[in-house]
């Protein structure tokens, strides 16, 4: 049982260029999260997903594309990186509240530098 | 935003309880206090949460006030390895986001 799996770990990217973070779980979550943290900062909700097919804008959404089309994968997509998104992100999942145990699970985190 | 707060940092002795309160005055009656953690830069981790009673896991125990304006996370025999950022969440059951505040940094002192 693995829980929340993010790809890639690290990654460096010059500014202008795209790329996707994958996170995966493996617990037949329904909800599931995107989260930025910066240094010294708390953790700030890009965007999240309620179910497969669906996405909603959290705090921070601007600079970011989402994507749940299996309900164990959630993607995050930048589609022109900027030295701004420099960051450590974060996915997270959890059951829908109302189906008892709703406390959510965190991946490892993905470090991502635009240089 | 976040609707609670929380000391920016706190100090603990190694063996001793460590009590990190957190305000939620504006908390409503169906709103749950959550209780998260992160160690070092790794990914936060659950500890605990409650409605109005007191909880307590093998990881801590969770006092809200008969007000439920404020809560007390307690670690009971705080160790070196309890040094983290501590995040006090309020969360309607039938709210979909998770929202951090800015968390209470805990230093175990040996």
């Known amino acids: 049982n693995a829980g929340v799996t993010q790809t890639p770990k690290f990654r460096v990217l010059k500014t202008g260029q795209s790329m996707t973070l994958l996170c995966a779980q493996d617990?037949?979550?329904?909800?599931m999260y995107w989260y930025r943290q910066d240094p010294g900062m708390g953790l700030r909700l890009i965007h999240y997903?309620?179910?497969?097919?669906?996405?909603a804008k959290g705090e921070v959404p601007d600079g970011y594309n989402v994507s749940r089309l299996k309900k164990q994968n959630f993607l995050l997509g930048l589609e022109s990186a900027a030295p701004s998104q420099t960051s450590v992100y974060f996915c997270?999942?959890?059951?829908?509240?109302?189906?008892?145990?709703?406390?959510?699970?965190f991946g490892q985190g993905t470090r991502l530098t635009v240089v | 935003d976040a609707k609670t707060t929380q000391p920016p940092s706190m100090d603990c002795a190694e063996g001793r309880a460590a009590n990190l309160p957190c305000n939620h005055s504006?908390?409503?009656?169906?709103?749950?206090v959550y209780w998260y953690r992160q160690i070092h830069s790794q990914g936060p981790q659950y500890i605990i949460h409650?409605?109005?009673n007191n909880e307590t896991n093998e990881m801590a125990s969770l006092i809200i006030t008969e007000d439920r304006k404020s809560s007390t996370l307690i670690l009971p025999h705080a160790t070196l390895r309890d040094t983290a950022v501590y995040y006090c969440?309020?969360?309607?059951?039938?709210?979909?986001?998770?929202?951090f505040g800015k968390g209470t940094r805990l230093h175990i002192l040996p």
């Open positions: 617990m037949n979550h329904e909800y």
């Open positions: 969440i309020v969360r309607i059951n039938r709210d979909d986001k998770i929202i």
């Open positions: 997270a999942s959890s059951y829908r509240m109302g189906q008892g145990v709703t406390e959510a699970f």
């Open positions: 997903s309620v179910g497969e097919g669906t996405t």
């Open positions: 504006t908390i409503s009656g169906n709103e749950y």
């Open positions: 409650g409605l109005k």
